[in-house]
């Protein structure tokens, strides 16, 4: 089963997103921009998710983790919760 690591940033709108992802693009750090910003628990580990299996997150987010390229930021990407940032550490 495959199995990834992913630290994320969820916010209310495509807006937040997109300014996240600028000041991202511009090399502020994602832990403090997700403790900042967050709207998820895992905020406060800096959007740290820790290991997950494919299936366990949304179909939207997976596809982003298992498919995407490794230790870039994607989105913003749509699910029922909000808008997510999604940065993929490693998956096997």
């Known amino acids: 089963m495959s199995k990834a690591c992913a630290l994320h940033i969820l916010v209310k709108t495509r807006e937040e997103a997109e300014k996240l992802k ?13 403790k900042q910003h ?6 406060k580990k800096g959007g740290d998710l820790g290991e997950f299996r ?10 982003v983790v298992f498919k995407g390229p490794l230790l870039e930021v994607q989105g913003p990407v749509k699910t029922q919760f ?11």
Do not use: E, N, W
């Not at 511009?26 to 921009?33: E, M, Q, R, V, Y």
């Not at 967050?38 to 905020?43: I, T, V, W, Y």
């Not at 909000?82 to 096997?92: E, N, P, Q, V």
């Open 22 to 34: 600028q000041q991202l693009a511009k090399g502020a750090d994602f832990g403090k921009l997700a």
């Open 38 to 43: 967050s709207q998820c628990p895992s905020g």
């Open 54 to 63: 494919k299936g366990q997150m949304v179909k939207a987010f997976d596809d």
């Open 82 to 92: 909000g808008f997510h940032l999604i940065k993929t550490l490693y998956r096997s």
